[in-house]
Antibody, heavy 126, light 110 residues
Framework: EVQLVESGGGLVKPGGSLRLSCAASGFTFINAWMTWVRQAPGKGLEWVGRIKSKTDGGATDYAAPVKGRFTISRDDSKNTLYLQMNSLKTEDTAVYYC?????????????????WGQGTLVTVSS | QSVLNQPPSASGTPGQRVTISCSGSSSNIGSNNVYWYQQLPGTAPKLLIYGNNQRPSGVPDRFSGSKSGTSASLAISGLRSEDEGDYYCAAWDDSLSGPVFGGGTKLTVL
């Protein structure tokens, strides 16, 4: 059974930093493309960024609002995905979901999120 | 303001057919596949439709998707009370070089 379990959320002051983790199990993590998607309270979904598998180059991509402040990384030996968030702003307050990208026949489909974690809440407030 | 535009709400009675629209532009829906996600209250989103009109295994055929030009639609037939929740469209945007979502449509089953 595929499981994605996020942790690390909490309350942080504007300008502060936080690192989220996503522990993965039930699939071959080393081959997976992974993303972070967030949802502000009472609002819609927003793609945060993506990391490809190392076999596909390990590249990262970010949404414009977080580029230069957030960093996605992975530790394939621990089956864990990370989101390092620096220079946090009040508008970063959201539930952050870790998602697995669906790959089939050698292709990965960047918007086909076949598994989601339960989410972790990040609150940026003074 | 979301890049993809959805009506904020939709409603129907049990058994009815409801459609939810999603409008975009040539840089997103017009040139890329559309995806639809369902988010039931208090839960993480779940993929309903990929590739404009394909259903992942396990998604009932009551759910169907279509695309024409720079717009897409999600249709739900045989509406059930358990369909109540939020529905989001999504597509890759070539101008932004990333995925974009609609603002979501809250479906109420009366």
């Amino acid at each position: 059974e595929v499981q994605l379990v996020e942790s690390g959320g909490g309350l942080v002051k504007p300008g502060g930093s936080l690192r989220l983790s996503c522990a993965a199990s039930g699939f071959t993590f080393i081959n997976a493309w992974m993303t972070w998607v967030r949802q502000a309270p009472g609002k819609g979904l927003e793609w945060v960024g993506r990391i490809k598998s190392k076999t596909d180059g390990g590249a990262t991509d970010y949404a414009a609002p977080v580029k230069g402040r957030f960093t996605i990384s992975r530790d394939d030996s621990k089956n864990t995905l990370y989101l390092q968030m620096n220079s946090l702003k009040t508008e970063d307050t959201a539930v952050y979901y870790c998602t697995k990208v669906h790959c089939s026949g050698g292709n990965c489909y960047s918007l086909y999120f076949d598994y989601w974690g339960q989410g972790t809440l990040v609150t940026v407030s003074s | 303001q979301s890049v993809l535009n959805q009506p904020p709400s939709a409603s129907g009675t049990p058994g009815q057919r409801v459609t939810i629209s999603c409008s975009g532009s040539s840089s997103n829906i017009g040139s890329n596949n559309v995806y639809w996600y369902q988010q039931l209250p208090g839960t993480a989103p779940k993929l309903l439709i990929y590739g404009n009109n394909q259903r992942p295994s396990g998604v009932p055929d009551r759910f169907s998707g279509s695309k024409s030009g720079t717009s897409a639609s999600l249709a739900i037939s045989g509406l059930r009370s358990e369909d109540e929740g939020d529905y989001y469209c999504a597509a890759w945007d070539d101008s932004l070089s990333g995925p974009v979502f609609g603002g979501g449509t809250k479906l109420t089953v009366l």
